[in-house]
């Protein structure tokens, strides 16, 4: 294998898929798409978990004086969005063994999901694209993302962000002097409260003995480098 990993849940961003005046855009969906069918197609096992930041969030319902409750819903649909169109563009590209398994029940465009039968299916080669968040209300997708990855049985999840190339003591877009982590374990990430994911998720990995890495997307087939182990990142462990 030429990977690091045998499984991974790739967690990404609904940031991932946008422009500044798109939602999707559809240089940015397709790159992610190549990507991910060539890892698939060299035989890594792959869960992904996708956002709905291009779309909704949660937070924004404050400014139309909604609920959280009802945003947080508007917010995992837009995670389904999401996971179809990347469903779309990964069979566009001829890889066609791809599931979407939704976690709100939306049975006319996903898959039911259980964790054998995605299991099941990724030994046969198909990725696994995770919707819905959740299903619940006051969690994000990172939470998700740890979740799905230990259902999956997953080495790792590979937490890909837009633009920072892992961990540092601060946020580095505000502080140039920020310091980078290569390495982590899962107590400093609380202990140094550093914003990584949400705290929910950042637990759960860490009583999971999870392993996180945290790599920057934009970059030319950062994806698969990251995979290679040819990227910097910052890896959390015990
Ligand atoms: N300690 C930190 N290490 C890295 N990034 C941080 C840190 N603290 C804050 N940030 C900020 O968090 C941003 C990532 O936020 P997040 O909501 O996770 O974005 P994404 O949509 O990429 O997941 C980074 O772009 C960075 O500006
Ligand atoms: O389990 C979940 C996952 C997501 N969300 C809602 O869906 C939005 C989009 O998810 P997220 O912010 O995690 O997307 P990303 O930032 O990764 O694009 C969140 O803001 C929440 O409002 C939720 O309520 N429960």
Known sequence: ???????????????????????????????IAKQIVELATNGLKLGIVIGGGNIWRGKLGTDIDMPQINADYMGMLATVMNGLALESTIKRLGYDKVNVYSSLPIETVTDDYNFKRARLKMNEGYISIFVGGTGFAYFTTDTNSVIRAIEIDADAVL????????????????????????????HEIAEKQLRVMDLTAATLAKDAKLPIEVFDMQGKNNIIKVMEGSLESTIIEE
Not at 3 to 31: Q, R
């Open 1 to 31: 294998m030429k990977y690091k990993y045998n499984t991974v849940l790739l967690k990404l961003s609904g940031e991932a898929l946008k422009s500044e005046k798109e939602i999707y855009n559809k240089d940015k969906l397709e790159d």
């Open 159 to 186: 937490m890909a962000k837009n633009g920072v190339k892992g961990v540092y003591d601060s946020d580095p877009n505000k502080n140039p002097k920020a310091k980078f982590y290569a390495k982590l374990t899962h």
